[in-house]
Protein backbone atom coordinates (compact mmCIF):
# COMPACT_ATOMS: atom_id res chain seq x y z
CA UNK A 1 0.00 0.00 0.00
CA UNK A 2 1.14 3.59 -0.96
CA UNK A 3 2.05 5.35 2.31
CA UNK A 4 4.15 8.42 0.54
CA UNK A 5 1.30 10.88 0.67
CA UNK A 6 -0.78 12.28 4.09
CA UNK A 7 -3.91 10.39 4.23
CA UNK A 8 -6.97 13.03 3.70
CA UNK A 9 -8.14 14.76 6.91
CA UNK A 10 -11.45 13.20 8.17
CA UNK A 11 -13.84 16.66 9.16
CA UNK A 12 -13.49 16.22 12.93
CA UNK A 13 -9.66 16.91 12.41
CA UNK A 14 -10.08 20.19 11.21
CA UNK A 15 -7.99 21.80 14.30
CA UNK A 16 -5.04 19.08 12.94
CA UNK A 17 -5.05 20.62 9.46
CA UNK A 18 -4.59 24.19 10.62
CA UNK A 19 -1.83 23.23 13.00
CA UNK A 20 0.10 21.19 10.44
CA UNK A 21 -0.61 24.52 7.95
CA UNK A 22 1.19 26.22 10.53
CA UNK A 23 4.25 23.73 10.90
CA UNK A 24 4.42 23.61 7.40
CA UNK A 25 4.66 27.17 7.01
CA UNK A 26 7.76 28.18 9.40
CA UNK A 27 10.02 25.10 7.60
CA UNK A 28 9.54 26.79 4.23
CA UNK A 29 10.23 30.02 5.76
CA UNK A 30 14.33 31.11 4.65
CA UNK A 31 15.09 31.27 7.94
CA UNK A 32 12.96 28.44 9.31
CA UNK A 33 16.45 27.41 11.78
CA UNK A 34 15.28 30.25 13.54
CA UNK A 35 11.93 28.92 14.60
CA UNK A 36 12.92 25.73 15.76
CA UNK A 37 11.65 25.86 19.13
CA UNK A 38 8.39 27.39 17.98
CA UNK A 39 8.24 24.24 15.05
CA UNK A 40 9.04 21.60 17.82
CA UNK A 41 6.19 22.95 20.18
CA UNK A 42 3.76 23.20 17.88
CA UNK A 43 4.52 19.70 16.74
CA UNK A 44 4.28 18.67 20.45
CA UNK A 45 0.86 20.54 20.16
CA UNK A 46 -0.44 18.62 17.49
CA UNK A 47 0.65 15.37 19.09
CA UNK A 48 -1.53 15.87 22.40
CA UNK A 49 -4.31 17.28 20.22
CA UNK A 50 -4.30 14.16 17.98
CA UNK A 51 -4.66 12.19 21.23
CA UNK A 52 -7.35 14.27 22.52
CA UNK A 53 -9.40 14.44 19.63
CA UNK A 54 -9.21 10.39 18.83
CA UNK A 55 -9.91 9.41 22.73
CA UNK A 56 -13.21 10.62 22.79
CA UNK A 57 -14.56 10.46 19.10
CA UNK A 58 -18.28 9.69 18.79
CA UNK A 59 -19.50 6.86 17.50
CA UNK A 60 -20.46 8.41 14.26
CA UNK A 61 -16.83 9.51 13.79
CA UNK A 62 -15.87 6.11 14.75
CA UNK A 63 -17.20 5.04 11.53
CA UNK A 64 -15.52 7.45 9.46
CA UNK A 65 -12.48 6.57 10.71
CA UNK A 66 -12.81 2.67 9.60
CA UNK A 67 -14.21 3.67 6.54
CA UNK A 68 -10.65 5.77 5.90
CA UNK A 69 -9.73 5.42 2.27
CA UNK A 70 -6.15 4.88 3.67
CA UNK A 71 -7.22 2.36 6.25
CA UNK A 72 -5.12 -0.84 6.07
CA UNK A 73 -7.43 -3.63 4.00
CA UNK A 74 -7.04 -7.34 3.96
CA UNK A 75 -4.49 -7.39 1.18
CA UNK A 76 -2.25 -4.71 2.80
CA UNK A 77 -2.13 -7.11 5.69
CA UNK A 78 -1.68 -10.27 3.91
CA UNK A 79 1.57 -8.49 1.96
CA UNK A 80 2.59 -7.27 5.16
CA UNK A 81 2.91 -10.10 7.63
CA UNK A 82 1.18 -13.44 5.96
CA UNK A 83 4.63 -15.22 4.54
CA UNK A 84 4.22 -17.83 1.60
CA UNK A 85 0.84 -16.91 0.83
CA UNK A 86 -1.40 -18.27 -1.98
CA UNK A 87 -4.53 -17.08 -3.27
CA UNK A 88 -7.37 -20.12 -3.60
CA UNK A 89 -10.04 -19.34 -6.11
CA UNK A 90 -13.80 -20.15 -6.79
CA UNK A 91 -16.66 -21.54 -5.15
CA UNK A 92 -16.73 -24.33 -7.65
CA UNK A 93 -20.24 -23.56 -8.18
CA UNK A 94 -20.70 -20.23 -9.57
CA UNK A 95 -17.43 -18.33 -9.72
CA UNK A 96 -14.95 -16.48 -7.93
CA UNK A 97 -15.51 -13.23 -5.83
CA UNK A 98 -13.09 -10.58 -5.34
CA UNK A 99 -14.79 -9.22 -2.46
CA UNK A 100 -13.14 -12.75 -0.30
CA UNK A 101 -9.70 -13.43 -1.13
CA UNK A 102 -8.96 -16.23 0.86
CA UNK A 103 -5.84 -18.42 0.63
CA UNK A 104 -2.66 -20.47 3.01
CA UNK A 105 0.03 -18.50 4.30
CA UNK A 106 2.42 -18.51 7.23
CA UNK A 107 1.88 -16.06 10.49
CA UNK A 108 4.58 -15.96 13.10
CA UNK A 109 5.36 -20.24 13.33
CA UNK A 110 1.66 -21.04 12.03
CA UNK A 111 0.57 -22.28 8.92
CA UNK A 112 -2.81 -21.03 8.66
CA UNK A 113 -5.72 -20.00 5.93
CA UNK A 114 -6.46 -16.57 5.45
CA UNK A 115 -9.72 -15.12 4.68
CA UNK A 116 -11.23 -11.84 4.57
CA UNK A 117 -12.88 -9.15 2.92
CA UNK A 118 -11.45 -6.65 0.15
CA UNK A 119 -12.53 -3.25 -0.67
CA UNK A 120 -10.22 -2.19 -3.13
CA UNK A 121 -8.08 0.71 -3.36
CA UNK A 122 -8.84 2.78 -6.95
CA UNK A 123 -12.30 2.92 -8.41
CA UNK A 124 -11.95 0.18 -10.61
CA UNK A 125 -10.86 -2.30 -8.25
CA UNK A 126 -13.80 -1.08 -5.92
CA UNK A 127 -16.50 -2.19 -8.58
CA UNK A 128 -14.52 -5.10 -9.09
CA UNK A 129 -14.49 -6.06 -5.29
CA UNK A 130 -18.50 -4.76 -5.12
CA UNK A 131 -16.76 -2.34 -2.18
CA UNK A 132 -16.65 -5.07 -0.15
CA UNK A 133 -19.89 -6.76 -0.31
CA UNK A 134 -19.83 -10.54 -0.91
CA UNK A 135 -21.82 -12.24 -2.98
CA UNK A 136 -22.97 -15.61 -2.05
CA UNK A 137 -20.57 -17.10 -4.27
CA UNK A 138 -17.58 -15.22 -1.62
CA UNK A 139 -19.16 -16.78 1.15
CA UNK A 140 -19.57 -20.52 -0.79
CA UNK A 141 -15.53 -20.24 -1.53
CA UNK A 142 -14.64 -19.06 2.12
CA UNK A 143 -16.77 -22.11 3.44
CA UNK A 144 -14.89 -24.75 1.37
CA UNK A 145 -11.72 -23.29 2.13
CA UNK A 146 -12.34 -23.24 5.72
CA UNK A 147 -13.31 -27.27 5.22
CA UNK A 148 -10.09 -27.60 3.76
CA UNK A 149 -8.25 -25.98 6.48
CA UNK A 150 -10.29 -28.29 8.59
CA UNK A 151 -8.70 -31.55 6.56
CA UNK A 152 -5.43 -30.62 7.10
CA UNK A 153 -5.56 -29.09 11.04
CA UNK A 154 -4.98 -25.94 10.42
CA UNK A 155 -6.24 -22.87 11.98
CA UNK A 156 -8.30 -20.21 9.89
CA UNK A 157 -7.97 -16.49 10.29
CA UNK A 158 -10.68 -14.09 9.04
CA UNK A 159 -10.58 -10.62 8.54
CA UNK A 160 -13.51 -8.91 8.51
CA UNK A 161 -14.23 -5.01 6.54
CA UNK A 162 -17.66 -5.41 4.90
CA UNK A 163 -20.57 -2.85 5.53
CA UNK A 164 -22.84 -6.03 4.71
CA UNK A 165 -23.55 -8.42 2.12
CA UNK A 166 -24.18 -7.09 -1.08
CA UNK A 167 -27.64 -6.71 -2.07
CA UNK A 168 -28.81 -7.06 -5.73
CA UNK A 169 -31.10 -9.55 -7.32
CA UNK A 170 -28.50 -11.31 -8.71
CA UNK A 171 -27.47 -12.49 -5.34
CA UNK A 172 -30.54 -12.79 -4.09
CA UNK A 173 -31.45 -15.54 -6.68
CA UNK A 174 -28.20 -17.48 -6.27
CA UNK A 175 -29.05 -17.91 -2.33
CA UNK A 176 -27.23 -14.74 -0.44
CA UNK A 177 -29.14 -15.64 2.75
CA UNK A 178 -28.87 -19.48 2.55
CA UNK A 179 -24.90 -19.02 1.93
CA UNK A 180 -24.41 -16.97 5.15
CA UNK A 181 -26.48 -19.04 7.21
CA UNK A 182 -25.10 -22.31 6.13
CA UNK A 183 -21.36 -20.11 6.76
CA UNK A 184 -22.72 -19.31 10.63
CA UNK A 185 -23.89 -22.91 10.91
CA UNK A 186 -20.55 -24.54 9.83
CA UNK A 187 -18.27 -22.54 11.26
CA UNK A 188 -20.16 -23.07 14.67
CA UNK A 189 -19.03 -26.76 14.70
CA UNK A 190 -15.22 -26.79 12.14
CA UNK A 191 -12.95 -28.75 13.90
CA UNK A 192 -10.44 -26.38 13.65
CA UNK A 193 -9.04 -23.29 16.08
CA UNK A 194 -10.83 -19.84 14.02
CA UNK A 195 -9.70 -16.31 14.99
CA UNK A 196 -11.72 -13.47 13.46
CA UNK A 197 -10.70 -9.69 13.55
CA UNK A 198 -12.63 -6.74 12.75
CA UNK A 199 -10.45 -4.50 11.01
CA UNK A 200 -12.25 -2.06 9.70
CA UNK A 201 -16.43 -1.95 8.92
CA UNK A 202 -18.50 -5.20 10.28
CA UNK A 203 -22.06 -4.90 8.88
CA UNK A 204 -24.54 -7.55 9.74
CA UNK A 205 -24.88 -10.76 8.18
CA UNK A 206 -22.25 -9.93 5.77
CA UNK A 207 -19.60 -9.91 8.96
CA UNK A 208 -21.15 -12.85 10.37
CA UNK A 209 -20.72 -14.96 7.71
CA UNK A 210 -17.19 -15.19 8.36
CA UNK A 211 -17.42 -14.30 11.96
CA UNK A 212 -18.17 -17.39 13.76
CA UNK A 213 -14.81 -17.67 15.87
CA UNK A 214 -13.43 -18.96 18.74
CA UNK A 215 -11.82 -15.69 19.59
CA UNK A 216 -13.61 -12.47 17.32
CA UNK A 217 -11.47 -9.18 18.14
CA UNK A 218 -11.54 -5.52 17.04
CA UNK A 219 -9.01 -2.89 16.08
CA UNK A 220 -9.74 0.43 18.11
CA UNK A 221 -11.35 2.02 15.37
CA UNK A 222 -13.30 -0.75 13.77
CA UNK A 223 -17.80 -0.61 14.11
CA UNK A 224 -19.37 -4.05 14.31
CA UNK A 225 -22.95 -3.27 14.42
CA UNK A 226 -26.30 -5.23 13.42
CA UNK A 227 -27.10 -2.42 10.75
CA UNK A 228 -24.51 0.73 9.54
CA UNK A 229 -25.94 4.09 10.94
CA UNK A 230 -27.16 5.10 7.86
CA UNK A 231 -29.65 1.91 7.48
CA UNK A 232 -30.72 2.54 10.88
CA UNK A 233 -31.21 6.43 10.51
CA UNK A 234 -33.07 6.00 6.82
CA UNK A 235 -35.54 2.62 9.06
CA UNK A 236 -36.39 4.72 11.98
CA UNK A 237 -36.34 8.55 10.76
CA UNK A 238 -37.31 8.08 7.31
CA UNK A 239 -33.92 9.78 6.94
CA UNK A 240 -30.20 9.48 6.62
CA UNK A 241 -28.96 12.95 7.74
CA UNK A 242 -25.86 14.19 10.11
CA UNK A 243 -28.42 14.23 12.74
CA UNK A 244 -30.00 11.26 12.17
CA UNK A 245 -27.18 8.79 11.50
CA UNK A 246 -25.28 10.37 14.64
CA UNK A 247 -28.30 9.68 17.11
CA UNK A 248 -28.08 6.20 15.32
CA UNK A 249 -24.89 5.48 15.70
CA UNK A 250 -25.26 5.87 19.63
CA UNK A 251 -27.57 4.01 20.21
CA UNK A 252 -26.48 0.72 17.90
CA UNK A 253 -23.59 0.61 20.79
CA UNK A 254 -21.19 -0.29 17.51
CA UNK A 255 -17.47 0.81 18.84
CA UNK A 256 -15.06 -1.46 19.75
CA UNK A 257 -15.24 -0.56 23.73
CA UNK A 258 -18.93 -1.04 23.69
CA UNK A 259 -18.93 -4.69 21.97
CA UNK A 260 -16.36 -5.34 24.43
CA UNK A 261 -18.79 -4.01 27.41
CA UNK A 262 -21.54 -5.64 26.12
CA UNK A 263 -19.85 -9.51 25.53
CA UNK A 264 -19.86 -9.77 21.85
CA UNK A 265 -15.96 -9.04 21.64
CA UNK A 266 -13.18 -10.80 23.17
CA UNK A 267 -10.66 -7.74 23.11
CA UNK A 268 -9.93 -4.91 21.29
CA UNK A 269 -6.68 -4.19 19.35
CA UNK A 270 -5.12 -0.99 19.79
CA UNK A 271 -4.27 1.22 16.72
CA UNK A 272 -1.53 3.38 15.97
CA UNK A 273 -1.95 7.20 17.03
CA UNK A 274 -5.11 8.45 14.99
CA UNK A 275 -5.85 5.46 13.15
CA UNK A 276 -4.63 2.14 11.05
CA UNK A 277 -4.33 5.02 8.31
CA UNK A 278 -1.51 6.93 9.72
CA UNK A 279 0.87 4.45 10.22
CA UNK A 280 -0.50 1.20 8.51
CA UNK A 281 3.09 -0.68 8.72
CA UNK A 282 2.63 -0.08 13.03
CA UNK A 283 -0.66 -1.37 12.82
CA UNK A 284 -0.11 -4.13 10.60
CA UNK A 285 3.09 -5.02 13.37
CA UNK A 286 0.10 -5.05 16.09
CA UNK A 287 -2.42 -7.35 14.15
CA UNK A 288 0.37 -9.89 13.63
CA UNK A 289 1.80 -9.71 17.13
CA UNK A 290 -1.76 -10.33 18.44
CA UNK A 291 -2.60 -12.89 16.06
CA UNK A 292 0.20 -14.88 16.91
CA UNK A 293 -0.65 -14.43 20.96
CA UNK A 294 -4.62 -15.64 20.33
CA UNK A 295 -3.50 -18.71 17.76
CA UNK A 296 -1.27 -19.85 20.57
CA UNK A 297 -4.19 -19.68 22.92
CA UNK A 298 -6.30 -21.82 20.83
CA UNK A 299 -3.74 -24.43 19.46
CA UNK A 300 -3.64 -25.94 22.53
CA UNK A 301 -7.34 -26.86 22.86
CA UNK A 302 -8.49 -29.86 21.44
CA UNK A 303 -11.04 -29.93 18.70
CA UNK A 304 -13.86 -31.06 20.95
CA UNK A 305 -13.27 -28.25 23.21
CA UNK A 306 -13.10 -25.82 20.64
CA UNK A 307 -16.63 -26.77 18.62
CA UNK A 308 -18.43 -26.77 22.50
CA UNK A 309 -16.23 -23.44 23.95
CA UNK A 310 -17.31 -21.43 20.65
CA UNK A 311 -21.49 -22.81 20.94
CA UNK A 312 -21.04 -21.70 24.24
CA UNK A 313 -19.42 -18.36 23.56
CA UNK A 314 -22.55 -17.33 21.01
CA UNK A 315 -25.25 -19.23 23.01
CA UNK A 316 -24.79 -16.33 25.42
CA UNK A 317 -24.80 -13.38 23.31
CA UNK A 318 -27.61 -11.45 23.68
CA UNK A 319 -28.76 -12.98 27.43
CA UNK A 320 -29.27 -10.80 30.47
CA UNK A 321 -31.08 -10.60 33.70
CA UNK A 322 -34.42 -8.98 34.51
CA UNK A 323 -34.96 -7.95 38.32
CA UNK A 324 -37.99 -8.50 40.00
CA UNK A 325 -39.83 -5.35 41.15
Excluded at 35 to 49: A, C, P, V
Excluded at 134 to 145: F, T
Excluded at 242 to 262: I, Q, R, W
Excluded at 316 to 321: A, E, I, K, N, T
Aim: charged content about 30%; overall charge negative.
Amino acid sequence: MDTSTEPPPLPFEAPLVELDAQIRALEAREDAEDFTDQIESLRRNREDLLDKIFEGLDPVNVVKVARHPGRPQTADYINAFFRDFRELHGDRRFGDDPAIITGFGRVGPYKVLVIGHQKGRTTEERIKCHFGCAHPEGYRKALAKMKLAEKFGLPIVTLIDTPGAYPGMGPEERGQAEAIAMNMREMSRLRTPIISVIIGEGGSGGALGIGVADRVDMLQYAWYSVISPEGCAAILWKEANETTNAAAANALALTAKDNLANGIIDHIVEEPRGGAHRDPAEAADRLERHLVDRLGEVARLNPRTLVENRYEKFRRMGSFCVEEP
